[in-house]
């Protein structure tokens, strides 16, 4: 008798999210629940120095990791690599979009720190923090070796133009 082979299994971990209308459709309600969480804030109750207690009501800074738990995954990583899969960019890149313009804008107008911003924005967001030492073509910023011939008529050049100022001529 001819035993049946059963097809093999791809491997790995079945998706938390199989790319299905449904599921995308499930990403869009939870990632709009968590941004209107983070706008409406959460109610916390504090002790002023005269010993009164009132409730404040304190806002939630989008993340993405707390976007990512928000959706289920185990943390910002596992949600990284979701959007970087073809069926998902289009929507986790939206929700990338708003959480980087919320840190950008709170910077700017002094909500948030500067420099935990410019942490986010540098690692979650691949904004580049760097200065270029180098032409417009990619050479270097200013030749550094000059043949002997050009670094004869640059000293020539200038011994002409300090002679002229000497003189009281104009360069």
């Not at 760097?130 to 670094?151: F, H, I, Q």
Request: contains cysteine; aromatic residues 6%.
């Amino acid at each position: 008798m001819a035993e049946e082979q059963k097809p093999k299994h791809p491997g790995g971990r079945p998706p938390k999210f199989p790319p299905t209308p449904e599921n995308l459709q499930q990403i869009d309600e939870r990632t709009e629940e968590y941004f209107e969480t983070c706008l409406k804030g959460e109610e916390v109750e504090i002790v002023t120095k005269r010993g009164d207690k009132v409730t404040i009501t304190k806002s939630i800074p989008p993340t993405t990791t707390g976007l990512a738990l928000a959706l289920g995954f185990n943390g910002r990583k596992q949600l990284i690599e979701y959007s970087e899969r073809e069926e998902f960019r289009p929507t986790l890149a939206r929700a990338f979009a708003r959480i980087e313009k919320d840190r950008v804008e709170g910077a700017l107008m002094g909500k948030y720190d500067p420099n935990m911003s410019k942490l986010d924005l540098t690692h979650n967001f691949k904004w580049i923090d760097k200065v270029s030492l180098a032409g417009d073509d990619g050479g270097p910023l200013l030749p550094g070796v000059m043949g002997d011939t050009e670094r004869s008529a640059r000293l020539l050049f200038l011994l002409e133009q300090a002679e002229k100022r000497s003189k009281g001529g104009k360069s």
